[in-house]
């Protein structure tokens, strides 16, 4: 019974999206760090993808929402630091449905310069380390002349 | 000596007061530089670091958030309150964070120095025994790379571009650096901050890695060491701070204090 509830709340998570980024959802993002499904109450606690993102409240709500409809049970949604949240927990899924929205996947060394989402060619360059949101940053590629956003590992 | 939460630091009154001073110290810092920060939009030479200025802002802000909310679960109330309700004799920060932005190569003279001190401090705290505190610590620094990055590249592209450049760098540093120093401490609570391991670094082993790390680039920017920071007569740990805290306080609560119960 409560492991039919478990996969009920982890359905309702996939459908939770993240709000600057509305082809993601926050299981493919890897911010969930566990689920509880009791008798009274799921415990659902999540990883900040940065600290200051100011969708994390929104993400809140949301979560709250999807998993009490889908449950009829109270929903408790706290963010936990037990350990960083890194771009490497981006799921194979979250990093298509990344490029899919235009969005270079992370590199894995924050050094790396992402190839070019649009053709593909590696000649690609630093236009500026911060972009519209605290975890992209505005690369130029230097074959299709074409500015792009790319996911900043951390 | 490893304190798992808040309700266990709770348990210990003289830890529960170093504790909350250093947060204080460290939500300060954020949310002045951070509000600093926020001032060059629009205001910044060019549109890249408007963009690149507004980012920072949102992260140093952020992480403030974060030390604030920690003060909260240590019984010091809303959070929101503590970061746009306490008065300039309250805030803990260094005087360096709340000088006027001025000139754009002091901004960027400072937010280096800061960055780099950041780092080393976040460093350290990852090993911190207040556990939220470290957990904290690891997930910030991930993010600080980021803007000690950009400020350098920054820094070395003033000093070595000379002329007018490297002039209003140096000129820059000139005027921070009777300030600098303050920026160093810990203030009253310093011994007893290391003691408890809250603080598990020698403050002054602390700052010998932030010169170790800042000479070199000084050197690569062309620019001459100009010594060891100096004391200003004010400090900021102890809430003696400028007139230009004052004005800052006075902008950033505006819209507070017109209902402090609101909800966000």
């Known amino acids: 019974m409560i492991q039919e509830k478990e996969l009920l709340v ?4 996939n459908e939770v999206k993240d709000p600057e980024i509305p082809t993601l959802s926050i299981v493919e993002l890897g911010m969930v760090y ?3 499904a009791g008798e009274e109450e799921v415990r659902v606690r999540l990883m900040p993808t940065f600290v200051g993102c100011p969708a994390l409240d929104i993400i809140r ?9 889908a449950t009829g049970i109270p929903v408790k949604v706290e963010y936990v630091l037990d350990e960083p949240w890194t771009t490497e927990r981006i799921t194979p899924e979250g990093r ?5 929205f235009g969005i270079a996947p992370p590199m894995a060394e924050w050094w790396e310069k992402p190839p070019c989402p649009f053709c593909g060619a590696p000649e690609t360059e630093v236009e500026n380390l911060f972009g519209p949101t605290a975890c992209r940053a505005i690369y130029y590629c230097t074959r299709c002349r074409q500015p792009f956003e790319g996911f900043k590992p951390v | 000596m490893r304190v798992e939460d808040a309700a266990a630091a709770r348990g210990n009154e003289e830890y529960r007061q170093v504790l909350t001073d250093f947060l204080y110290q460290l939500a300060d810092d954020d949310l002045v530089l951070g509000h600093r920060d926020s001032e060059w939009l629009g205001m910044a030479p060019e549109l890249e670091e408007d963009v690149a200025f507004s980012s920072i802002a949102q992260d140093e802000v952020g992480h403030a958030t974060f030390y604030y909310d920690l003060l909260e679960a240590l019984g010091e109330g809303r959070a929101d309150d503590l ?7 309250e805030r803990r920060n260094a005087l360096v964070v709340e000088r006027e932005n001025g000139d754009w190569a002091e901004t960027i003279a400072r937010h280096y120095l800061y960055d780099v001190w950041e780092t080393v401090r976040l460093e350290a ?4 025994g207040y556990v939220p505190l470290a957990q904290g610590a690891a997930k910030i620094i991930r993010e600080e790379r980021y803007h000690g990055l950009h400020m350098e590249t920054w820094f070395r592209r003033l000093g070595q571009a000379g002329g007018e450049a490297k002039e209003r760098l140096e000129k820059g540093i000139q ?9 160093f401490t810990f203030g009253s609570g310093e011994k007893l901050l290391v003691a408890h391991e809250i603080l598990p670094v020698d403050p002054a082993v602390l700052y010998r890695r932030w010169e170790e790390r800042v000479r070199p680039v000084m050197e690569a920017a062309t620019l001459a060491w100009p010594g060891t920071p100096g004391r200003p007569e004010k400090s900021g740990r102890e809430g003696s701070h400028t007139q230009a805290l004052e004005q800052l306080l006075d902008a950033m609560g505006e819209v507070y204090r017109m ?3 609101a909800t966000w």
């Open chain 1, 34 to 36: 566990s689920v509880e």
């Open chain 2, 125 to 128: 705290l990852k090993e911190s």
């Open chain 1, 96 to 100: 298509e449905h990344l490029a899919s």
């Open chain 2, 175 to 183: 005027a921070l650096w009777p300030e600098l120093g303050d920026l």
């Open chain 1, 10 to 13: 982890r359905q309702a998570l």
């Open chain 2, 259 to 261: 209902d402090p119960a």
């Open chain 2, 83 to 89: 970061a746009f309700g306490r008065g300039a004799g």
């Open chain 1, 61 to 69: 709500r949301d979560v709250e929402n999807k998993v009490q409809s």
